[in-house]
């Protein structure tokens, strides 16, 4: 994937989850939020070799960024 791709991923995900549920209100929900997310991304990563699914590893990884950008944007 290239760089702007991934950026586009990330950009996406952010505006759905901020559509969807509107700011966060406050720095323990954007942690509670980005761990959420971080999780989901283990759960992927930690599956045996041949269960694998690298693009729902990209999408998960697209998640954790775009939560990490909400946390800065809405938040500080």
């Known amino acids: 994937m290239k760089f702007d791709d991934a950026i586009r991923l990330v950009?996406?995900?952010y505006e759905v989850a901020q559509s969807q549920y509107g700011r966060l209100a406050s720095p323990h929900e954007g942690?509670?939020?980005i761990l959420e997310e971080l999780d989901e991304l283990k759960a992927e990563v930690w599956k045996k070799?041949?269960?694998r699914?690298?693009?729902a590893m990209r999408t998960e990884a697209a998640?954790?960024?775009?939560?990490a950008l909400r946390?800065?944007?809405e938040l500080t």
Do not use: E, K, T
Request: glycine share 4%; charged share 5%.
């Open 11 to 13: 950009q996406l995900s």
């Open 63 to 67: 998640h954790v960024a775009a939560m």
């Open 71 to 73: 946390f800065i944007v």
């Open 49 to 51: 070799r041949p269960n």
């Open 31 to 33: 942690y509670a939020v």
């Open 53 to 55: 699914n690298f693009g």
